[in-house]
Structures are given as C-alpha cells and as structure tokens.
C-alpha cells in the first residue's frame, strides 16, 4: 500500500490504490490554520477510512513531499505514526480477526456523569451480561479546572477484555476515548475494532460548533455515529456524510412513574455551574447581544438558532464558517451563563434561596451560594418533595435541550425554567412553568402548585417520549441491532418539532437579518482584534 501526499498552490493532495481503485482527495489549505493542526490529522483519517478498514497491509509506503514535512511536520508524524502502528499491531494478532463477529456482550465506556450511571443501570437490568470501563477525566467541577489526562486501557488489555467478555460491540460517549487511545498508544480503536468484527457503536452528545474543528472530528468518527442527541443542530452535518444516525434523547433511567409532590414550605434549589471566569471575557458582545433584544429571556436561543442557519447556508469557506460558528455558539453559551446571573439577580421572594455549583457564584450571588453538592447529594435534591428546581437553562425544544431538563423529567421532581423556542401542542402545557418575565418567575416560585398541576398531563407526556425513546435504545444494545427506529412516537414529536422551528426560524429571519448579519461580523471583529468579514 503506498499513500502520497502532497502539497500544490492552494491544496493538500492524498492519494492511493485500493482494490483496483484509485482514491483522491483535497482540501484548501484555507481550511487549516497554523493554530489548528487537527482538522489536517481529521481530514487525514476521514480520506484513508477506507485504509483503515481494510488493515493489515504486508507493507505501507507514504510519501510526503518536503514542503508538507516543513510546515505540518507533527502533524503527519502523528497520523503516520497511529497508521504505521495499527498496521504492525494487526499483522502481529492476525489471531483476532473477526473473532468477536457472532458475540453479543456490550462494553459500555462510562464516564463519571450521573445520567449516564443512571442510564448504565438501566442497561444493567436489562443486559445482566453488559461489561464496563471507566473513562477517566480529570476535571474539577468546583474550580472548572482540567488537570492531567489519565492514562486509558493498553491494546493488548483492551483486546483481551473484549476475547474474557465475549464483547460484541462498545459504546461510548463521543469520541474522547477513541482520542485518548490513539494518543496514548498509536493505534487506531476503530480499525482495531473493525479488525476483531466488534461494533464500535458512538453516542454523539456534543454540537461540532463546540471547537473550530468539531465538524471534522464528527466526519473522522461518522461512521461510527449510530446515535445522536441534539438533533436539531447535528442533522446538517450527519446528512453531509451520509451517515444514518438514529436521534435520541439525552440517555437516563427513566423508568421511574409516580407523580411528583410538594411540600407547602418549599425551599428554592438551584443546582448550575457560573462559569465566572469564561464569561468574563465575552462581556463586551454579550452585552451588545442582549441589548438588541427585546426579551433576551425568550429571544436569546431563537437568536443563535436563526444566525446558525444563515451561517449554514452562507458561501463563506470552510474555515471562515467553522470559526463563526465556533464563536457564535461560544457567545450564545456565555451569554445564557450571563443571564443565569440577571435572572437570580431578580429573586424578590420571602422563600429560602439556595445556589449550588463552582465557586464564582460568590461574585454573583454570595448570600444564596451553599458549595458544590457531589453526584449522591444531586439526586437527593432532586428526589425530596421540600425542593422546587429552579432551572437556568437555555434549551432549542423539549426534545433538544439541556441536561438538567432530562433530569427534571427522569426523576419527577418539581421545577421552573424559561421556555424552549418552540414546542408542539401535546407539550403546550409546559407553559404554565415557563417564566418570560422576572414578575412571572417571582410568581411559580412564590406557589408553583397551581401551575404544575396545570402542566402535569404535558409532563406525562415528555416523559412517555423520553422512555419510549431511551427503552428502544436500551433493546438495540441489547440485540446488537443498530439504526432499528422502533419508536416512531418520539422521531414523529422530532419531525413535527423541526417543521415549527423551520417555520418560526424563517419569519425571524425575514423580519431581522440585517441586524443579525451584523452582529455576528462584530462578534467577528471583537474576536479577530479589528479584522472582520461578511457572509
């Protein structure tokens, strides 16, 4: 097998034979930025993904012209290297090919997040046989800080779990396993996995808007995308890839069903992090943001909504739209931290108050602020019937929205939030504790009652989409049996959601795209210090 890879006036070139097959593929090399080298590494991976299924090769040349070698030395070494190393691996455990093919067992790579525990224990009922690994990540939730990555399974342990546990398929929260395992051992999982005939089966929970190269780090593992939250964002770049991917709710156990209770002398919890620090630097466009806005409480996700589908359609080259996308959802994320701040800033009530997450609520809110409550103290919160919820979160729909929301619905616990941008008419009952004023939230928190037993019926009726939905996804692990859509209730509510967006989405824009134009190229000019661009 020989790869050649090289450079002309605006392109990088790779090039090989296959089966008979040549292969070509290039891309601008405005596409790649000296403070980006992983869109080449992903770009490298999406173009030989067909290498990679079909390793080992007896031998593997890879020519690199010289200027390549110059200016992306580390990067090429590093996808050399994870190719090179995957090849020698697989010649040298030529046993383990498609030894896993008829096996049924599921690993499920977790991480310490307590909706995927619940969601695992869910599994564990049902899969008596499943097998877990721990994906460790070193992050402290009350500083926000990262420490040193951990170090992740060896191929020979990870080989040998899979032929002790008869493992058929793996699953895995987005990729940073799959990274981490590359990383620390120059060896492709996914070729490894295809290589033993094990299903490496991805539920992708994140927006490729996250960073600059999230979308090519979505089209390096799309293949291996069988699930995906977050649909109303995602769908645009499954279909670039062509990837079927079956749309889900955020996993959880929600098979709990009793009907919530409230105590008359109710305390106020609210459990969010402040994200102090990273909004401190947006200050400047978050406040241009909402000052050109009416009711940012109600209008601040329909903004970014409507400015992420003029960005989708825009001519801008790939690197100019990946970098306003990335810093439009960095504005939107900071700005909903922001209004976390006005909306508990507007608290008027004789009610106890009590504010738990990171330490730079003290900035905000020292007088409400109790600490950071742990995983167990969470839940304990969210199950006693002396606490009403009151959520802070930002969400698209009810079926694309934010953690809290899922577990507010799995652990049917009383709660208030500001209202999603659209939702259909089985789920309209939710606007009785939906608050669009601070006079309206002041009212819910004061006696909330009234207004959640008005809701209760469009609660029942979430909740039966979030369990269909998640016990679906439960029997394809089950079965190994993937893409199955036995739920035609939930990705009905998907589809009927997504036209009233589409619509709602298109009057916005209609009565306001200039000033949304030119408030995303001042996002622009205040990121580049004064350089700026139109779409």
């Given at each position: 097998?020989?790869?050649?890879?090289?450079?002309?006036?605006?392109?990088?070139?790779?090039?090989?034979s296959?089966?008979?097959?040549y292969?070509?593929?290039?891309?601008?090399?405005?596409?790649?930025?000296?403070?980006?080298?992983?869109?080449?590494?992903?770009?490298?991976l999406?173009?030989?993904?067909?290498?990679?299924?079909k390793?080992?090769f007896?031998?593997?040349?890879?020519?690199v012209?010289?200027?390549?070698?110059?200016?992306?030395?580390?990067?090429?070494?590093?996808?050399?290297?994870?190719?090179?190393?995957?090849?020698?691996?697989?010649?040298?455990?030529?046993?383990?090919k498609?030894?896993?093919?008829?096996?049924?067992?599921?690993?499920f790579?977790?991480?310490r997040?307590?909706?995927?525990?619940?969601f695992y224990?869910?599994?564990?009922?049902?899969?008596?046989?499943?097998?877990?690994?721990?994906?460790?990540?070193?992050?402290?939730?009350?500083?926000?800080e990262?420490?040193?990555?951990?170090?992740?399974?060896?191929?020979?342990?990870?080989?040998?779990?899979?032929?002790?546990?008869?493992?058929?398929?793996?699953l895995?929260?987005?990729s940073?396993?799959?990274?981490?395992?590359?990383?620390?051992?120059?060896?492709?999982?996914?070729?490894?996995?295809?290589?033993?005939?094990?299903?490496?089966?991805?539920?992708?929970?994140?927006?490729?808007?996250?960073?600059?190269?999230?979308?090519?780090?979505?089209?390096?593992?799309?293949?291996?995308?069988?699930f995906?939250t977050?649909?109303i964002?995602?769908?645009?770049?499954?279909?670039?890839?062509?990837?079927?991917?079956?749309y889900?709710?955020?996993p959880h156990?929600?098979r709990?069903?009793h009907?919530p209770q409230?105590?008359?002398?109710?305390?106020?919890?609210?459990?969010?992090?402040?994200?102090?620090e990273?909004?401190?630097?947006w200050?400047?466009p978050?406040?241009?943001?909402?000052?050109?806005?009416?009711?940012?409480?109600?209008?601040?996700?329909?903004?970014?909504?409507?400015?992420?589908?003029?960005?989708?359609?825009?001519?801008?080259t790939?690197?100019?739209?990946?970098?306003?996308?990335?810093?439009?959802?960095?504005?939107?994320?900071n700005?909903?931290?922001?209004?976390?701040?006005?909306?508990?800033?507007?608290?008027?009530t004789?009610?106890?108050?009590?504010?738990?997450?990171?330490?730079?609520w003290?900035?905000?809110?020292?007088?409400y602020?109790?600490?950071?409550?742990?995983?167990?103290?969470?839940?304990?919160?969210?199950?006693?019937?002396?606490?009403?919820?009151?959520?802070?979160n930002?969400?698209?729909?009810?079926?694309?929205?934010?953690?809290?929301?899922?577990?507010?619905?799995?652990?049917?616990?009383?709660?208030?939030?500001?209202?999603?941008?659209?939702?259909?008419?089985?789920?309209?009952g939710?606007e009785?504790?939906?608050?669009?004023s601070?006079?309206?939230?002041n009212?819910?928190?004061?006696?909330?009652?009234?207004?959640?037993?008005?809701?209760?019926?469009?609660?029942?009726?979430?909740h039966?989409?979030?369990?269909?939905?998640?016990?679906?996804?439960?029997?394809?692990?089950?079965?190994?049996?993937?893409n199955?859509?036995?739920?035609?209730?939930?990705?009905?509510?998907?589809?009927?959601?997504?036209?009233?967006?589409?619509?709602?989405?298109?009057?916005?824009i209609?009565?306001?795209?200039?000033?949304?134009?030119?408030l995303?190229?001042?996002?622009?000019?205040?990121?580049?210090?004064?350089?700026?661009?139109?779409?």
């Amino acid at each position: 097998m020989r790869l050649t890879l090289k450079e002309t006036h605006k392109t990088i070139h790779i090039s090989y034979s296959l089966d008979g097959d040549y292969n070509s593929y290039e891309i601008n090399l405005d596409c790649i930025e000296e403070s980006c080298p992983q869109i080449l590494y992903a770009w490298l991976l999406i173009s030989t993904k067909k290498v990679l299924d079909k390793l080992p090769f007896d031998k593997i040349e890879f020519d690199v012209q010289k200027s390549l070698c110059i200016n992306y030395d580390g990067v090429i070494r590093t996808y050399a290297s994870e190719l090179m190393g995957t090849n020698d691996f697989l010649q040298n455990n030529s046993n383990l090919k498609d030894i896993a093919k008829k096996w049924k067992n599921p690993l499920f790579i977790r991480i310490r997040d307590h909706r995927y525990e619940a969601f695992y224990n869910w599994l564990k009922d049902e899969i008596p046989s499943i097998d877990y690994l721990y994906q460790e990540i070193d992050f402290d939730p009350v500083t926000r800080e990262w420490g040193e990555e951990r170090e992740t399974i060896k191929p020979h342990q990870l080989t040998k779990r899979i032929c002790d546990h008869k493992i058929g398929s793996i699953l895995t929260i987005n990729s940073f396993f799959l990274m981490y395992f590359a990383g620390a051992s120059n060896i492709n999982m996914c070729a490894l996995l295809t290589f033993m005939g094990v299903d490496m089966v991805m539920i992708n929970n994140d927006p490729a808007e996250l960073t600059l190269y999230g979308i090519y780090v979505r089209g390096q593992y799309h293949q291996k995308i069988r699930f995906s939250t977050m649909s109303i964002l995602g769908r645009k770049w499954d279909d670039q890839f062509k990837q079927p991917v079956s749309y889900i709710t955020s996993p959880h156990d929600y098979r709990l069903n009793h009907q919530p209770q409230i105590q008359e002398d109710y305390k106020v919890i609210v459990i969010s992090n402040s994200r102090w620090e990273g909004v401190q630097a947006w200050k400047e466009p978050i406040k241009i943001l909402l000052e050109n806005m009416e009711n940012p409480l109600s209008e601040l996700p329909l903004w970014y909504m409507a400015t992420h589908k003029l960005l989708e359609n825009s001519d801008l080259t790939c690197v100019n739209k990946g970098r306003l996308m990335t810093s439009i959802h960095t504005l939107f994320y900071n700005a909903a931290q922001w209004m976390k701040y006005k909306i508990i800033e507007n608290i008027k009530t004789s009610r106890v108050i009590e504010v738990y997450g990171d330490v730079g609520w003290r900035n905000i809110c020292d007088k409400y602020y109790k600490g950071c409550l742990t995983a167990e103290q969470v839940d304990e919160a969210y199950e006693n019937n002396n606490v009403l919820i009151l959520l802070l979160n930002f969400g698209f729909t009810y079926l694309d929205h934010s953690g809290p929301m899922y577990d507010m619905i799995a652990k049917k616990t009383y709660w208030i939030n500001v209202p999603p941008i659209v939702k259909t008419k089985e789920l309209s009952g939710l606007e009785n504790i939906e608050y669009t004023s601070y006079d309206r939230l002041n009212i819910l928190i004061d006696d909330v009652r009234p207004y959640m037993k008005k809701s209760m019926e469009s609660i029942d009726k979430l909740h039966s989409l979030y369990h269909s939905n998640t016990s679906n996804l439960v029997n394809q692990i089950k079965r190994r049996a993937w893409n199955c859509q036995d739920d035609d209730e939930f990705e009905n509510s998907l589809v009927e959601h997504r036209m009233d967006m589409n619509s709602l989405l298109d009057s916005y824009i209609d009565k306001n795209e200039p000033c949304l134009r030119i408030l995303a190229e001042q996002v622009c000019k205040f990121l580049e210090r004064g350089k700026a661009f139109s779409f």
